[in-house]
């Protein structure tokens, strides 16, 4: 079990790295890099706790990408994955939907 206290060293290949230089453009200049690694976890621990699988699906963009990913990653889906959009699209929108009833 890794113990957390006192320094620790990552290993960044290219890929690593440049997720870490995406992040660290989001650091408030108020606070700690390893701060901002903590409060990161613990918003990935709470996700992690409301959903049985916060692990992004490669092939499609997050939920709320800039709509030019969704424009240039739909038409290249292969025939599996965009079934499985379809059927997750239609979910979110009967999920809607419902929530449009209630609330009219």
Same mark, same amino acid.
């Given at each position: 079990? *890794?113990?957390? &206290?006192? !320094? =620790?060293? /990552? &290993? ?9 230089? +995406?992040?660290?453009?989001? !650091? ?8 901002? /690694? ?10 992690? !706790?409301?959903? #049985? *699988?916060? %692990?992004?699906?490669? *092939? ?6 800039? /709509?030019?990913?969704? %424009?240039? *990653? ?6 599996? #994955?965009?079934? =499985? ?6 979910? /979110?929108?009967?999920?809607?939907? =419902? +929530?449009?009833? =209630?609330?009219?």
């Amino acid at each position: 079990m *890794t113990k957390f &206290y006192g !320094r =620790k060293n /990552i &290993y960044m290949s290219a890929e690593v790295e440049s997720i870490f230089k +995406e992040f660290e453009s989001l !650091r408030p200049e108020n606070v700690s890099f390893s701060l901002f /690694i903590a409060q990161a976890v613990t918003e990935f621990v709470k996700s992690k !706790r409301k959903n #049985d *699988t916060i %692990i992004q699906d490669e *092939t499609v963009p997050l939920f709320f990408s800039n /709509i030019q990913q969704w %424009i240039e *990653t739909v038409p290249k889906l292969e025939a599996n #994955d965009f079934k =499985k959009l379809q059927q997750r699209h239609a979910q /979110i929108g009967n999920i809607i939907n =419902k +929530e449009v009833n =209630k609330r009219l």
